[in-house]
């Protein structure tokens, strides 16, 4: 029961994540230090063995040094850059490579929309929420592709796993 209420935290908190890049194009600190905090007492729950939980904290470093490298080469904001290993810590290295697919897709197809939307409509004329993103020269909100490479990899994750088969999600 406790595995399950962190788990669907870290999957509300990577949706409010989502919505925050969307409204202000940034991901604040306490936010990716939450995701990352939360995956403490997860794995002291979830039972796993040393050896997976080890996994999990080694893509999570991985994901860290992946991510500092696009962040120092400007690819990637740095609330994207912070809040990559914070997922990872929870997707773990059975899921990784589905969460980075996951999240390459979601995110061409919001750079995607996004500049496509900024070549048609004025950004003034959009609601004021979801309006930064479309400002000219304004960022992709990837906290979104981040987000949804967590909800979709999210089956193939020990932990995450164990959420959404007590959720009824999954079987």
């Known amino acids: 029961m406790i595995l399950t ?21 940034t991901i604040p600190n306490w936010l ?17 063995p040393l050896e997976i939980l080890g996994g999990h904290l080694l893509a ?17 904001g740095g609330g994207d850059a912070k809040m990559i290993p ?26 995607g929309l996004i500049l496509a939307v900024r070549n048609t409509v004025p950004a003034a004329v959009l609601p004021g929420p979801i309006r930064a993103p479309f400002e000219d020269k304004a960022g992709v909100p990837y906290g979104v592709a981040i987000a949804a490479g967590a909800f ?12 959404l088969t007590q959720l009824g999600i999954i079987g």
């Open 5 to 25: 209420v962190l788990g669907v935290l870290f999957l509300g908190l990577c949706l409010f994540a989502a919505m925050h890049d969307v409204n202000r194009l």
């Open 32 to 48: 990716n230090l939450s995701l990352a905090l939360l995956f403490i007492p997860a794995a002291a729950v979830s039972g796993l």
């Open 60 to 76: 999570g470093l991985a994901a860290f040094i992946v991510a500092f490298g696009l962040f120092a080469f400007r690819i990637v």
């Open 86 to 111: 914070g997922v990872m810590l929870w997707i773990g290295p059975s899921a990784g490579l589905e969460f980075i697919i996951y999240m390459a897709l979601v995110g061409g197809l919001c750079a």
């Open 152 to 163: 979709l990899a999210s089956p193939g994750s020990p932990i995450l796993s164990q959420t």
